[in-house]
């Protein structure tokens, strides 16, 4: 299994992002998938989860309305689209594989998000 994120980067407040994961050693098709963050000096924080077809997607309070997770099955990738970006949402951003409610056995690497003016 493999979980390859991309996409991070330095932005200015009020900014978008695109996270790109790319998952390769699985049937990505079968699984449900997160990203979850870890700010500097912070526990990791789920940030959204998607299932299996894309047809239910979650996301935690904080990123609501700004965050946007989807999927695309055929690249074998998950995306995350990130909004009107706050500096509290800087972080390392990783994918990760869902076992089961809220247990993720694998995970990415991460990439930096970094919002500041």
């Known amino acids: 299994v493999q979980l390859v994120e991309s996409g991070g980067g330095m932005v200015q407040p009020g900014g978008s992002l695109r996270l790109s994961c790319a998952a390769s050693?699985?049937?990505?098709?079968?699984?449900?998938m997160s990203w979850v963050r870890q700010a500097p000096g912070k526990g990791p924080e789920w940030v959204s989860s998607?299932?299996?077809?894309?047809?239910?997607?979650y996301y935690t309070d904080s990123v609501k309305g700004r965050f946007t997770i989807s999927r695309d099955n055929a690249k074998n990738t998950l995306y995350l689209q990130m909004n009107s970006l706050k500096p509290e949402d800087t972080a390392l951003y990783y994918c990760?594989?869902?076992?089961?409610?809220?247990?993720?056995?694998?995970w990415g690497q991460g990439t930096q998000v970094i919002v500041s003016s």
């Open positions: 990760a594989r869902n076992k089961g409610p809220g247990i993720r056995d694998y």
């Open positions: 050693g699985f049937t990505f098709s079968s699984y449900d």
């Open positions: 998607i299932i299996t077809d894309g047809g239910m997607t």
